[in-house]
């Protein structure tokens, strides 16, 4: 495929033309199975593979395949608390950084960076391509006169909210700047754009703030960690991860084919947040069963997650109430989401816990609901009830028994499960789901499994009942 020799997956539809035409051409062309065989073929379709990672995210997300890079110190700051960074990495690791640049379609950081460090983003190579710079800031506060205003080299789109200061909008337009309005400004919108413009690969260079809802956003794909021997303290000293939200260990998002190669004096540590298309997910700082994965056969999987799907009903957002017993009263629920948040903070002797369970309660839809309940956990840790952490599971049992015991044809959809896995595919939760990389827990699936086995252990006994033979004296 490539002058250098390295090979390349031939398809039916290019036999023949194609390679003889390249050949023609003075390019080595190694065809694998044919030229290259045996480990050698898998090595070279290995390579194969890691060179097309961008278009295999971009066909397999239908967003552009997206490395988040930062340079953090020992003590894991991305800068003083003064917001002084450069430099964090060394020049060694910052080269490199600019030859990821030339490789990709876009970089991208938010306004903070931009007020900060007053950025070029190029990749500072003579002739060769440099990315273009996107800016994300919904204030648009930014300065009149920054590097990323000149747009000889390669382009600049500002992206924001709407209305956001028309009159640096105008200024910026006069520089040649591209404005684009949203009318709330995500990180999933701004992907979304970049895939409308036909980007494969972009590069995050932001700090934390960004770089979190990013990640929450599932738009991130790779991750580059460049890790200084460099101790700089600081409490405020910004981190390359903001606020995600978690509040235990088992919810860590974990990279897998991950590889660690030393840079200068810095260490790179690289790895991927969803599994490369095609590839065998290789993750070896996973030290809990993979309980996913332990099955090779697809068929005897049922993934759910979202309520709309086919077994969505299995999904604790799924709307079907349910009454549960506290304190001798017995009390209503929108769905079991609404009873699992509330419970959070049930039996709590305090106001404002008081206060929370009966706002869960209210909220209007299951997302509302957990939302207020991860929230209020979030910011009131101090308030859940006494062992939390150790009682969930049980008290999510409980309403999920309730649950498929109220409505016979849930109970009858789980049955018709027979013994298949179950696994609760969200993304985002690696407890009650299996997570992005698909390594999760699965806690909700393997509740359900547990409670099927109940529901068959009685049917068994029923089936036996009527089965014996009356008698007819
Ligand atoms: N060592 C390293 O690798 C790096 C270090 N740095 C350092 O980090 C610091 C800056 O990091 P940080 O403060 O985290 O800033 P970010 O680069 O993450 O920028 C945050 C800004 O992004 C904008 N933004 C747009 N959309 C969103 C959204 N949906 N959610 C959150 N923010 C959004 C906002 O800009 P607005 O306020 O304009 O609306 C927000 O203030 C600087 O000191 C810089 O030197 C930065 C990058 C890399
Ligand atoms: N401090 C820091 C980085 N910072 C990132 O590089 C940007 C500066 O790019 P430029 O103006 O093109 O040189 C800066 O705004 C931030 O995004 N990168 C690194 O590899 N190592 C470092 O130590």
Same mark, same amino acid.
């Given at each position: 495929m490539v002058d250098h020799g390295m090979p390349c997956v031939r398809r039916k539809h290019f036999r023949g033309k194609a390679i003889t035409a390249l050949r023609k051409a003075g390019i080595i062309v190694d065809v694998l199975g044919e030229d290259t065989v045996g480990d050698r073929a898998q090595e070279a379709l290995e390579a194969c593979q890691y060179v097309n990672i961008p278009l295999l995210y971009t066909a397999t997300h239908q967003l552009p395949f997206s490395v988040l890079k930062y340079a953090m110190t020992l003590? @894991?700051?991305?800068?003083?608390?003064?917001?002084?960074?450069?430099? &964090? /990495?060394s020049k060694l690791s910052r080269q490199r950084v600019l030859e990821t640049r030339g490789r990709s379609n876009a970089v991208i950081v938010g306004g903070n960076t931009v007020r900060r460090d007053d950025p070029?983003?190029?990749?500072?190579?003579?002739?060769c391509h440099s990315p273009v710079r996107i800016v994300m800031s919904? @204030?648009?506060?930014?300065?009149?006169?920054?590097?990323?205003?000149? &747009? /000889?080299i390669t382009p600049t789109i500002v992206m924001t909210q709407r209305g956001a200061r028309n009159d640096l909008q105008k200024k910026l337009a006069s520089k040649g700047v591209e404005i684009v309005e949203f009318d709330f400004l995500t990180p999933r919108d701004v992907m979304n754009y970049c895939y409308d413009c036909g980007f494969l690969s972009v590069l995050w260079e932001c700090g934390g703030t960004l770089s979190a809802p990013a990640i929450s956003a599932g738009v991130i794909h790779k991750v580059m960690a460049f890790v200084a021997p460099k101790i700089i303290g600081g409490v405020r000293a910004p981190s390359p991860?903001?606020?995600?939200?978690?509040?235990?260990?088992?919810?860590a998002l974990k990279l897998s084919n991950v590889s660690y190669e030393q840079v200068g004096p810095d260490l790179l540590i690289s790895g991927y947040l969803?599994?490369?298309?095609?590839m065998q997910v290789d993750a070896p700082?996973?030290?809990?069963?993979p309980y996913v994965t332990g099955?090779?056969?697809?068929?005897?999987v049922i993934y759910f997650h979202?309520?709309?799907?086919?077994?969505?009903?299995?999904?604790?957002?799924?709307p079907h109430p349910v009454s549960m017993e506290n304190d001798g009263k017995r009390i209503s629920w929108h769905s079991v989401e609404h009873y699992y948040q509330a419970q959070?903070?049930?039996?709590?002797?305090d106001r404002m816990a008081e206060k929370f369970a009966k706002d869960i309660q209210a909220a209007d839809c299951p997302e509302k609901a957990a939302w207020l309940g991860k929230n209020f956990a979030r910011q009131h840790?101090?308030?859940?009830?006494?062992d939390w952490q150790q009682r969930r599971t049980g008290i999510m049992y409980e309403a999920l028994a309730k649950k498929f015991s109220l409505y016979p044809d849930l109970r009858n959809l789980l049955l018709s499960t027979n013994s298949r896995l179950l696994v609760n595919?969200?993304?985002?939760?690696?407890?009650w789901g299996c997570g992005r990389n698909g390594m999760g827990l699965n806690q909700l699936g393997k509740l359900l499994m547990k409670l099927r086995a109940e529901f068959e252990a009685v049917e068994i006994v029923k089936l036996h009942k009527s089965s014996i033979p009356k008698y007819s004296g």
């Open positions: 003590d @894991g700051k991305i800068a003083t608390s003064t917001g002084h960074s450069s430099w &964090v /990495s070029r983003l190029t990749a500072r190579q003579e002739n919904r @204030g648009l506060d930014l300065p009149e006169e920054a590097n990323l205003w000149d &747009v /000889s991860v903001g606020e995600l939200g978690f509040l235990e260990m088992t919810q969803y599994p490369i298309p095609g700082m996973w030290e809990e069963a099955s090779n056969d697809e068929k005897s979202k309520t709309w799907g086919f077994f969505g009903a299995f999904s604790t957002f799924s959070k903070f049930n039996g709590v002797k840790p101090d308030l859940l009830q006494p595919s969200s993304p985002f939760d690696v407890y």
